[in-house]
C-alpha cells in the first residue's frame, strides 16, 4: 500500500508548511475546517478549502483520489501549455495510504457569470472531435447559456471566437494538448473554467469520474492492474463454480 502515497513539495505552499498533518480520508475534511480552513466550495468529488493567513492559495480534499489528481499528476509531468496562463499551479499533492487526496493549489476566482468570453471558454473543452456530445453535458450547457450552441463553430460565436482568440491566443492549443494527454474525455461542467491573477481563463478541473491513478508510480500503477485482473479472475471463477448439490 505504501506506494500509493504521493507528494511533491515545494517551500512555503507544501502542506506541511501550512501546518496540515491530517490527511487522511475519515478526518481530513473535520480537521481543516478546526484549523481554520473553512469550505468556500465544492464539487463531485472533493471540496476546496481557504484560510485568511493563506489568502493565495487553497487546499482541495477528496476522501478518494479522483481526476483532479490526474491532473495534477500531467501538469507535473508536462506538456504543451501546462506551464502557462491557462494551467492552474498545484503546489503540493499527496494521496493517503487509504487513497484520500488532498493538493495545495495557487487561489483562482470565479469569473463574471456575464463574461462575454465564457461561453466560448468553455464550448472549448466541450468540443469532441469526431464525437457526438453527451446530452446532459449538452442540456447544461443550455441551461447555463441559453443563446449559445456548445460548439466551437456555431454561427452564434461569430465575433466571440475571434475576439477570444485574439485576448488568449494560447487557450485552445491548451486544450487541444491537455485533451491529447488525458486518460478520458473533458468535463465542460461550468465550474471548471475560473480566472488566473492575470485574468486569463484557466482549466480548473477538466477531468471526471474516478481517478485512472495517473499520481502514481509505473511500478504501482502495473501492480494495481495485476491486483485488479487477480480479482477479477478470482471472484469471475468463484461465480461461475457450479452451486453445490
Not at 74 to 93: E, I, K, Q, T, Y
Not at 104 to 130: K, M, N, Q, T, Y
Not at 147 to 171: K, L, Q, T
Amino acid at each position: 500500500m505504501f506506494m500509493t502515497r504521493k507528494t511533491t513539495k515545494t517551500s512555503r505552499r507544501s502542506l506541511a508548511s501550512l501546518g496540515i498533518a491530517e490527511r487522511s480520508a475519515a478526518k481530513g475534511h473535520g480537521a481543516l475546517v478546526a484549523a481554520g480552513w473553512p469550505e468556500i466550495g465544492y464539487g463531485y468529488h472533493g471540496s476546496v478549502h481557504a484560510h485568511p493567513d493563506h489568502p493565495d492559495v487553497v487546499v482541495r480534499f477528496a476522501r478518494k483520489a479522483d481526476g483532479f489528481g490526474d491532473y495534477a499528476a500531467l501538469l507535473r509531468r508536462g506538456f504543451a501549455g501546462s506551464n502557462g496562463p491557462h494551467a492552474p499551479r498545484v503546489h503540493d499533492m499527496h494521496v493517503s495510504r487509504c487513497g484520500a487526496l488532498m493538493t495545495v493549489s495557487s487561489r483562482l476566482a470565479e469569473p463574471p457569470r456575464d463574461a462575454w468570453w465564457l461561453p466560448f471558454a468553455h464550448a472549448v473543452i466541450a468540443d469532441h472531435p469526431g464525437m457526438p456530445m453527451d446530452e446532459g453535458v449538452r442540456a447544461r450547457f443550455r441551461a447555463e447559456w441559453p443563446a449559445h450552441e456548445p460548439a466551437v463553430d456555431h454561427p452564434s460565436f461569430d465575433g466571440i471566437r475571434e475576439a477570444f482568440r485574439a485576448a488568449w491566443p494560447g487557450y485552445e492549443p491548451y486544450v487541444a494538448a491537455l485533451r491529447a494527454a488525458a486518460p478520458r474525455a473533458l468535463d465542460p461542467n461550468v465550474g471548471n473554467v475560473l480566472v488566473g491573477l492575470d485574468d486569463s481563463p484557466v482549466v480548473n478541473d477538466p477531468l471526471c469520474d474516478d481517478g485512472a491513478g495517473l499520481w502514481r508510480s509505473t511500478l504501482s500503477r502495473s501492480l494495481a492492474q495485476v491486483g485488479e485482473a487477480l480479482r477479477d479472475a478470482l471472484f469471475g471463477a468463484w461465480r461461475k463454480a457450479p452451486a453445490a448439490a
